[in-house]
């Protein structure tokens, strides 16, 4: 097991092994036609721009997303200046808080899907399997946008082989495909969740299936690249008057970071370019194919099934 960092309680990378990291550079390393084939019958290849069809009249609209930003930044302007006449007033700063958040977000929204960029949140998954109002939401977009930012870093430093929305689109599929139940189910209900959990490490054991740890480690070996690793360390408690605390011991933070310390898991790194996985993408190429079986436990049950039903046929006539 690697070392502790002795400042920061962490590894370099989080990662348990050298073996790791080179499986963690190795994936990184994965070209876009190894992930996005062509079907047999040459209906469901999958590319960076594709539309996925006409816009649902449900979706949210990008442009009326990115044409808050400056309402926005003008609340904040407003909230700021009655922050400074009432320095004091906790309402005010929380209001102030706000919308400084709001429009740090929709700044990086703009920098990643503005008017010049090459993505579009609807361009993620096939039209099928997208939420009511889609993903043009301001949490959505933005949590999509940092992804974006961090695999871009990567891509630019010759550590990121795939375009980053291509990647972050695999990693989102693979997810979809592995957390389905019954052949032609859709992650309509939860794909949200995929979105707003897929590169995060916590606690909650329901937000924890929609994780996928090589995003994770992804976003943590960018971090390490832009010498901004040190936010991911623990969090240090805040002692009321006397700024942070710092005199824990340290045998109790190697405790709790390792307790918490996120690995490649083999569910995420196994089986990358399963035939699942672009069944859930294609569906919306090929309307009237087969319902598609996903592996699995699901995927056993769901061939036994459907062996003793042509049996029967068989039987019957």
Same mark, same amino acid.
């Given at each position: 097991?690697?070392?502790?960092?002795q400042? !920061?309680?962490i590894t370099?990378?989080?990662?348990?092994?050298?073996?790791?990291?080179? !499986?963690?550079?190795? $994936?990184? %390393?994965?070209?876009f036609?190894?992930?996005?084939?062509?079907?047999?019958?040459?209906?469901t290849?999958?590319?960076? =721009?594709?539309?996925?069809? !006409?816009?649902?009249?449900?979706?949210?609209?990008l442009?009326a997303?990115?044409?808050?930003?400056?309402?926005?930044?003008?609340k904040?302007?407003e909230?700021?200046?009655?922050l400074?006449?009432?320095?004091?007033?906790?309402?005010?700063?929380?209001?102030?808080?706000?919308?400084?958040?709001?429009?740090?977000?929709?700044?990086?929204?703009?920098?990643?899907?503005?008017?010049?960029?090459? =993505?579009?949140?609807?361009?993620?998954?096939?039209?099928?399997?997208?939420?009511? *109002?889609?993903?043009?939401? %301001?949490?959505?977009?933005?949590?999509l946008?940092?992804?974006?930012?961090?695999?871009?870093?990567?891509?630019?430093?010759?550590k990121? %082989?795939?375009?980053? @929305?291509?990647?972050?689109?695999?990693?989102?599929?693979?997810?979809?495909?592995? $957390?389905?139940?019954?052949?032609?189910?859709?992650?309509?209900? @939860?794909?949200?969740?995929i979105?707003?959990r $897929?590169?995060?490490?916590?606690?909650?054991?329901?937000?924890?299936? =929609?994780?996928?740890?090589?995003?994770?480690?992804?976003?943590?070996?960018?971090?390490?690249?832009?010498?901004?690793?040190n936010?991911?360390?623990?969090?240090?408690k805040?002692?009321?008057?006397?700024?942070r605390?710092?005199?824990?011991? @340290?045998?109790?933070?190697?405790?709790?970071? *390792?307790?918490r310390?996120?690995?490649?898991?083999?569910?995420?790194?196994?089986?990358?370019?399963?035939?699942?996985?672009?069944q859930?993408?294609? *569906?919306?190429?090929?309307?009237?194919?087969?319902?598609?079986?996903? !592996?699995?436990?699901?995927d =056993?049950?769901?061939r036994?099934?459907?062996?003793?039903?042509?049996?029967?046929?068989e039987?019957?006539?």
């Open positions: 097991m690697a070392a502790f960092h400042t !920061t309680g370099p990378l989080c990662l348990d092994t050298e073996e790791d990291v080179a !499986t963690l550079e190795r $994936l990184l %390393m994965t070209p036609e190894q992930v996005y084939k062509l079907s047999p019958d040459g209906k290849y999958v590319e960076p =721009y594709l539309l996925l069809g !006409t816009p649902e009249s449900s979706w949210d609209s442009d997303l990115l044409a808050r930003q400056d309402p926005e930044a003008e904040k302007r909230a700021h200046a009655h400074q006449r009432n320095p004091n007033d906790k309402a005010l700063q929380k209001v102030f808080k706000h919308y400084s958040d709001n429009s740090s977000k929709f700044k990086k929204i703009r920098d990643i899907f503005g008017e010049h960029g090459r =993505y579009h949140p609807n361009q993620l998954i096939g039209k099928r399997c997208l939420p009511e *109002q889609g993903l043009c939401q %301001m949490e959505a977009m933005y949590k946008a940092c992804k974006i930012s961090d695999l871009q870093c990567l891509q630019n430093n010759g990121l %082989m795939m375009d980053p @929305f291509d990647f972050i689109r695999w990693r989102v599929i693979k997810k979809a495909a592995s $957390l389905l139940v019954m052949p032609g189910d859709t992650p309509k209900p @939860f794909l949200r969740s979105v707003y $897929l590169g995060d490490d916590c606690n909650d054991i329901k937000g924890k299936i =929609y994780e996928d740890s090589v995003m994770r480690q992804a976003a943590l070996l960018s971090a390490r690249e832009r010498n901004l690793l936010s991911y360390g623990p969090r240090k805040f002692i009321k008057g006397g700024g605390q710092t005199h824990l011991p @340290f045998r109790r933070v190697i405790r709790n970071v *390792q307790a310390r996120p690995r490649l898991l083999s569910g995420d790194v196994n089986n990358g370019t399963s035939e699942a996985s672009r859930v993408e294609g *569906q919306q190429a090929r309307p009237n194919a087969v319902p598609p079986i996903y !592996t699995g436990i699901n =056993y049950r769901a036994q099934q459907q062996r003793l039903q042509a049996q029967r046929r039987n019957d006539k």
